[in-house]
């Protein structure tokens, strides 16, 4: 059961440089989001989508792009990296308020 | 404003003991609030929704306390295996909002 799939799993990227980050569910969920989780924060919410077609942002959206084009996929475009982005992403999916799942995680570090 | 305050720890306690953790919320009119599990470096996995009436699964009790806006895990006869960092978790206004988490370390 592959659930969601984030990729790459570690990233560097030098400050100024573009990267996308990949998600994926295989569970036909409506709702998926984008969070990063730095020390002290807890999970902060960068956009969301709530379907196909449909994205919003959430609580620090600043930096960051998103589309959803089908169902299934998610990506986070990181347009110009700063080091203040160094952080680790969390891809998620549910259905409308029950359980999130979760994705392993991509550790990006801007230099 | 924060939505969600955890304690962050750490909490460090011996095989067997019995440990509690509480998170307090702000918003009221909050729908849902859940518990979730995570162990370093590693993703969030929900280890169990809280109701209204509290629940239990297992070594593991939660309870909501609307009238105080709070919410509390209580883990009996604590494993090693229970290490990991405990996050409330708030659900309202369609968004999921989480505290910054509870360390807990389970020493032998």
């Known amino acids: 059961n592959a659930g969601v799939t984030q990729t790459p799993k570690f990233q560097v990227l030098k400050t100024g440089q573009s990267m996308t980050l990949q998600c994926a569910q295989d569970?036909?969920?409506?709702?998926m989001s984008w969070y990063r989780q730095d020390p002290g924060m807890g999970l902060r919410l960068i956009h969301y989508?709530?379907?196909?077609?449909?994205?919003d942002q959430g609580e620090v959206p600043n930096g960051y792009n998103v589309s959803r084009s089908t169902t299934e996929d998610f990506p986070l475009r990181l347009l110009s990296a700063a080091p203040s982005q160094t952080s680790v992403y969390f891809c998620?999916?549910?259905?409308?308020?029950?359980?999130?799942?979760f994705g392993q995680g991509t550790r990006l570090t801007v230099v | 404003r924060k939505e969600v305050e955890q304690d962050p720890g750490p909490f460090n306690v011996p095989e067997g003991a019995t440990v509690a953790f509480n998170c307090t919320y702000s918003?009221?009119?909050?729908?849902?609030f859940f518990w979730y599990r995570q162990d370093c470096r590693k993703e969030p996995k929900l280890l169990m929704s809280v109701y209204s009436s509290g629940n239990e699964d297992g070594r593991f009790t939660a309870q909501l306390n609307r009238a105080s806006q709070y919410i509390s895990l209580l883990i009996r006869d604590s494993k090693l295996s229970d290490s990991a960092t405990y996050l409330c978790v708030e659900f309202t206004g369609n968004q999921f909002y989480f505290g910054t988490g509870t360390s807990l370390t389970v020493i032998p």
């Open positions: 989508s709530v379907g196909a077609g449909i994205t």
């Open positions: 998620a999916s549910r259905t409308v308020a029950a359980e999130a799942f």
């Open positions: 569970m036909n969920h409506e709702y």
């Open positions: 918003n009221s009119a909050s729908q849902s």
